[in-house]
């Protein structure tokens, strides 16, 4: 079984200040991660994902995040916050059959600083 | 990627009764599926529908209470049927392409 633990349920990080929203993951099979982004009164919009690639993902608007098998991590992080990144951040697993089930973890609110 | 609509974006219901959400997708896809987002929490999926075939629905829900149609590739409904306010929440549909899912932008549902 497939399930992720988003440490954080708030983030508040000043604007130009690194972001690093933490998810550990917890499968039985290789897993496909993912993280999404939701903004206010949106659906999800997806921001990077691993599917056994390069462990290191670079996704859109300046994330990226890090598969590390050994921690059973996949934490985002982004080198300078800008106050567009505002939003609910969610982690996602899924097993080896691809993204058609995925389990989503509580989400992490993030907050930045002006 | 997929685009994907969802119709109504929001709606104010009375308890005991029904709304059908609808979804549609620019592009065949052969999974959809449905999730629930209730206030504060994440997404619980609800069910997939893959067109010609019933829909698979998880732990805890029904299609009494969840009734989903799927007439071909591009459109699905979700019914919430005899609304209690417990199923106040914003209902997102999603479709599944091998690696990704693509997410509609959500009904927001809020029952009196």
């Known amino acids: 079984a497939q399930s992720v633990t988003q440490l954080g349920s708030h983030v508040s990080v000043s604007e130009g200040a690194l972001v690093l929203l933490r998810c550990n993951y917890s499968?039985?099979?290789?897993?496909?991660l993912f993280w999404y982004v939701q903004y206010p009164n949106q659906g999800l919009q997806l921001l990077l994902k691993y599917t056994s690639a390069a462990t290191l993902v670079k996704g859109i608007n300046g994330f990226e995040a890090e598969f590390k098998k050994s921690e059973t991590s996949f934490h985002l992080t982004k080198p300078s916050a800008h106050m567009s990144d505002a939003a609910e951040y969610f982690c996602?697993?899924?097993?080896?059959?691809?993204?058609?089930?995925?389990?989503f973890g509580t989400g992490t609110r993030l907050t930045v600083i002006p | 990627s997929a685009v994907i609509s969802q119709k109504p974006s929001r709606d104010i219901c009375q308890r005991g009764t029904s709304l059908t959400i609808q979804c549609q997708v620019d592009s065949q896809v052969t999974m959809m599926f449905w999730y629930r987002q209730q206030p504060g929490q994440s997404l619980t999926l609800i069910a997939t529908a893959n067109q010609g075939s019933e829909a698979t629905y998880e732990s805890g829900f029904v299609i009494d209470k969840f009734p989903i149609s799927r007439p071909n590739l591009t459109f699905s409904t979700l019914t919430v049927s005899n609304m209690s306010p417990e199923d106040s929440s914003i209902y997102l549909c999603?479709?599944?392409?091998?690696?990704?899912?693509?997410f509609g932008p959500g009904t927001r549902l809020t029952v009196t």
């Open positions: 996602a697993v899924s097993g080896s059959t691809g993204a058609n089930n995925l389990f």
């Open positions: 499968s039985s099979v290789p897993p496909y």
């Open positions: 999603s479709v599944g392409e091998l690696y990704e899912q693509y």
